[in-house]
């Protein structure tokens, strides 16, 4: 039987959550402007979640660009306090992004640092990193297709 796991997201006044009833699928270290904007940090980590198992509660303020890949990249924050949440991907079917430093009781393990050619130049990634200069590699990429367009 596979174990379901829960966790959720919360912005720092606690007006916006997010509960995911499902197992990460990708996690990674994103480098690129568009997240270093959003966060606010010189780079974000990331966890992707399938957009069915997630369930969202509260007001959030969205605001919708064109991501790297031409499609539409929506982010969240909070109506509130403005903390941003997660980021939803068009590209990738909806796929559900989330600020991993706002996810409770949860353990990040990047696989893979991506967008590195945009990496703030104050940020050192480790040595051991498997890193991509834009999307993820192709492998990864392909599974992330193919998890999200199943
Ligand atoms: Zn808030
Ligand atoms: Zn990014």
Known sequence: ?????NTSARCECGA???????PPVVQLVCHCSDCQAFTAMPFSDIVFFKPDQCHVHGQSDTMTIKGNSGFDKTHYSCASCQTPIYVTLAVLNGAVAVIASQLSGFTFEPEVHIWTSEKANNVTIPVEAIQSSGLPPKALSDAMVATFWH
């Open 16 to 22: 916006l959550e997010l509960n995911i009833q499902g």
């Open 1 to 5: 039987m596979t174990e379901i796991k």
